[in-house]
């Protein structure tokens, strides 16, 4: 084929690799192989379903679906036939979805169930372009969207096995006319600074990801990798979805979040893909298990831990060096810290996992030398929605604890004077959806502007320190960086979100969520009585261990930089209460407008310091 792309990429593996096993899913209790041949079939008959809509190219249409095999079924459907897939997070409340179908010109929708098609009654007008809505799983209720087809999964799948015979050539030419010129995909922005902005990323820039991830990454034919993030992120769409695709291998979907502890157990995978909230609540959940236990078992998993940082360190001084012969000293007890603590820890992720990856946010450094301690290694990378996910990667065998990495190949990054990250490369978007002036605002002499503040160090690592919009920059003229403020505190046992405040002020307050298994057991372990957990957030007792930890981090800051006042929120950001991002990141605009009255009470005093005397 003359055009290389990931359309014409998937069909060539159902043609060469027919009997291998493609996904992975559960059903009646048991995960269950699609082999590439099934796996293909299903995609032909939705491509088929969607032809016999009379779906031209071009055209757009929307997926609003929680990650399941369905929704990668009707993304590569819709890709065939020269569509334009726009993902839609299923989290999103009805306006939030109105917006972006009647943006993005929607004629068609996947609707993941019956819930999701009610929000598409609660729109004052439907948009008047859309057609056709697709129920993925649950019958038709008897209620119908005025001018509307609505049609079941099973009716599509059915309409195309009548179209295609009498239409053999319909979709081979489609797929054959595919270029990576096209127009793939429409990614909204998740909104964490205000109105999304639909990214148009090209057939070319998500091949250009993938070819380039192979290069440098290096995967298997036989590794299996587990989803369990949104396939609305280009993320997980990407890194996951169509990486497997490019490389071959076998994508199993978790059932949900809140299952995938259980189903890396079923699935045993070797590749994860996680964002950093994701490891953080891992790294203090085990710190919770970790004091429940007895104290002789407290006290073989911290000597195997503190054995294992320390080894660590010693490797790191070899590899820059320094004498490894110190290492060697502790080579019997690392066998027996191995053997009696870290495999058990790694057996709990399925025992064969050969490296996790984690982006869309900074990861602590703390977080991630705990995994490397207990020998698996977070492969942290850097990359955003315009940029088809990954900019830039560390691997297996070059992985700088504290960096993102350095670029894909093809790939190029370079600082502007004020330490911006700027782009150029064949997986940058091709500009925003219907909005020339955000497109313009975007680049400079063809470098993307991510928006992003970073570092590059001697050999190339790149430092992403905050979002250049977020650096805080007091009344006293001093820059503060909040992710790096907030990034401090992860680990640390009660708290769970922090969140910076003081733009144009005289000093640095936050805003602090506690974590609800960690209050809990703080609570045990200090025979603290109570009816809520809103009520414990309220205790001297807490209060007194948040204290303690905000004074010791403040230790680590300049003096312009610490935190001199901070509230405990009685319950913890979410998702559902608009909070968060479907990747677990803080809306910082949405957070900081809702509690803006409380965050500026902690600076009463200064107001009336500044009030002149009568």
């Given at each position: 084929m003359s055009e290389e792309t990931l359309v014409h990429i998937f069909w060539e593996r159902v043609a060469a690799n027919p009997e291998r096993p493609a996904i992975l899913?559960?059903?009646?209790?048991?995960?269950?192989?699609?082999?590439?041949?099934?796996?293909g079939r299903v995609v032909e008959l939705v491509s088929g379903g969607l032809l016999h809509q009379a779906v031209q190219a071009g055209e757009k249409i929307a997926i609003i679906a929680n990650s399941r095999p369905h929704w990668t079924w009707a993304d590569l459907a819709i890709l065939s036939v020269g569509a334009v897939t726009v993902p839609i997070y299923p989290t999103l409340a009805a306006p939030e979805i109105e917006y972006l179908l009647r943006h993005s010109d929607v004629i068609g929708i996947f609707a993941e169930n019956e819930r999701q098609l009610n929000k598409l009654l609660c729109l004052k007008e439907l948009p008047p372009q859309l057609r056709f809505v697709v129920l993925m799983e649950g019958k038709i209720p008897l209620?119908?969207?005025?001018?509307?087809?609505?049609?079941?999964?099973?009716?599509?799948?059915?309409?195309?096995?009548?179209?295609?015979?009498?239409?053999?050539?319909?979709?081979?030419?489609?797929?054959?006319?595919?270029?990576?010129?096209?127009?793939?995909?429409?990614?909204?922005t998740?909104?964490?600074?205000?109105?999304?902005?639909?990214?148009?990323?090209?057939?070319?820039?998500?091949?250009?990801?993938?070819?380039?991830?192979?290069?440098?990454?290096?995967?298997?034919a036989d590794d299996v990798s587990l989803s369990f993030l949104p396939l609305s992120h280009v993320y997980e769409r990407v890194s996951g979805q169509f990486l497997a695709i490019y490389e071959g291998f076998v994508m199993a979907y978790a059932?949900?979040?809140?299952?995938?502890?259980?189903?890396?157990?079923?699935?045993?995978?070797?590749?994860?893909?996680?964002?950093?909230?994701?490891?953080?609540?891992?790294?203090?959940?085990?710190?919770?298990?970790?004091?429940h236990l007895a104290k002789p078992q407290q006290y073989l998993i911290r000597w195997a831990l503190a054995l294992g940082r320390r080894a660590m360190r010693y490797r790191e001084m070899a590899?820059?060096?320094?004498?490894?012969?110190?290492?060697?000293?502790?080579?019997?007890?690392?066998?027996?810290?191995?053997?009696?603590?870290?495999?058990?820890?790694?057996?709990?992720?399925?025992?064969?996992?050969r490296f996790l990856v984690s982006g869309a946010a900074?990861?602590?450094?703390?977080?991630?030398?705990?995994?490397?301690?207990?020998?698996?290694?977070?492969?942290?990378?850097?990359?955003?929605t315009e940029t088809a996910a990954p900019v830039c990667c560390n691997t297996p065998m070059g992985n700088r604890r504290g960096t993102v990495g350095r670029?894909?190949?093809?790939?190029?990054?370079?600082?502007?004077?004020?330490?911006?990250?700027?782009?150029?490369?064949?997986?940058?978007f091709a500009g925003y959806y219907k909005n020339d002036e955000a497109t313009r605002e975007a680049f400079q002499d063809g470098w993307f502007l991510t928006g992003d503040i970073g570092e590059v160090d001697a050999d190339g690592y790149l430092r992403v320190k905050d979002r250049k919009k977020d650096i805080i920059i007091t009344s006293g003229g001093k820059h503060v960086a909040p992710q790096f403020l907030e990034n401090l505190f992860v680990g640390e046992g009660l708290i769970s979100h922090v969140l910076v405040?003081?733009?144009?002020?005289?000093?640095?307050?936050?805003?602090?969520?506690?974590?609800?298994?960690?209050?809990?057991a703080f609570a045990k372990a200090n025979a603290i009585t109570y009816t809520s957990l809103e009520e414990l957030t309220h205790h001297d007792r807490v209060k007194e261990a948040v204290e303690e930890v905000v004074s010791r981090k403040n230790q680590r800051l300049a003096s312009f930089e610490q935190i001199k006042k901070f509230l405990i929120l009685d319950r913890d950001f979410s998702v559902d209460s608009n909070e968060l991002t479907p990747t677990l990141k803080i809306k910082r605009k949405v957070v900081t407008e809702k509690y803006k009255d409380l965050l500026d009470s902690l600076y009463e005093v200064e107001e009336l310091e500044l009030k002149e005397p009568r």
């Open positions: 899913y559960k059903t009646g209790g048991i995960y269950r192989p699609v082999i590439w041949r099934e796996h209620y119908q969207l005025p001018g509307i087809h609505v049609l079941t999964w099973e009716d599509l799948l059915k309409d195309a096995e009548v179209y295609l015979p009498s239409h053999p050539n319909i979709l081979p030419e489609r797929i054959a006319a595919i270029s990576s010129q096209d127009l793939a995909t429409i990614v909204y998740s909104g964490t600074t205000g109105i999304p902005k639909g990214a148009m990323l090209l057939q070319g820039n998500l091949y250009a990801v993938c070819r380039s991830l192979s290069h440098l990454v290096g995967f298997y059932e949900s979040l809140e299952t995938v502890a259980q189903n890396m157990l079923e699935v045993k995978p070797t590749i994860l893909n996680g964002v950093p909230r994701f490891y953080e609540k891992i790294y203090q959940r085990m710190l919770v298990e970790i004091r590899r820059n060096g320094v004498d490894d012969i110190v290492r060697k000293i502790y080579k019997a007890e690392l066998r027996v810290a191995e053997r009696l603590v870290f495999s058990r820890i790694r057996r709990r992720f399925g025992g064969r996992l900074p990861l602590s450094s703390e977080v991630q030398l705990f995994f490397e301690t207990i020998g698996l290694s977070i492969i942290q990378g850097y990359g955003l670029p894909l190949p093809g790939v190029e990054v370079q600082l502007a004077p004020d330490g911006e990250i700027m782009v150029r490369g064949p997986t940058v405040y003081g733009d144009k002020r005289k000093y640095i307050t936050a805003l602090i969520t506690l974590h609800p298994d960690c209050l809990a």
